[in-house]
Nanobody, 121 residues
Framework: QVQLVESGGGLVQPGGSLGLSCVAS????????MGWYRQAPGKQRELVATMTGSGKTNYTDSVKGRFTISRGNAKNTVYLQMNSLKPEDTAVYYC???????????????WGQGIQVTVSS
């Protein structure tokens, strides 16, 4: 079974920076994409940033120019560097992975447990 383990959240002042990491453990045949979503209290979960196996990235408009997604060399790790943080970035951030366990099985979407990011003075 594949598990996603997130780390790096916490409390930061407005204008500050935080980095998030997510490692996918388990035997994965092929990793299509990894990324980050977030959910603020009372709101729906939304995409923050994703990166495909070929390196194509996608960001939600509100974080463009402030957040950077990257993948580790082993392709089972994804990072999110968050700069110029704003109070509205406060949310639980979830790691997401889309992968194949074998070439004959359908694609699987996996979620991490979530990690709190709070931007407040």
């Amino acid at each position: 079974q594949v598990q996603l383990v997130e780390s790096g959240g916490g409390l930061v002042q407005p204008g500050g920076s935080l980095g998030l990491s997510c490692v996918a453990s388990g035997r994965i045949f092929s990793m299509y994409a990894m990324g980050w979503y977030r959910q603020a209290p009372g709101k729906q979960r939304e995409l923050v940033a994703t990166m495909t196996g070929s390196g194509k990235t996608n960001y939600t408009d509100s974080v463009k120019g402030r957040f950077t997604i990257s993948r580790g060399n082993a392709k089972n790790t994804v990072y999110l560097q968050m700069n110029s943080l704003k109070p509205e970035d406060t949310a639980v951030y979830y790691c997401n992975a889309e992968y194949l366990l074998s070439p004959i099985l359908p694609e699987i979407t996996e979620w991490g447990q979530g990690i709190q990011v709070t931007v407040s003075s």
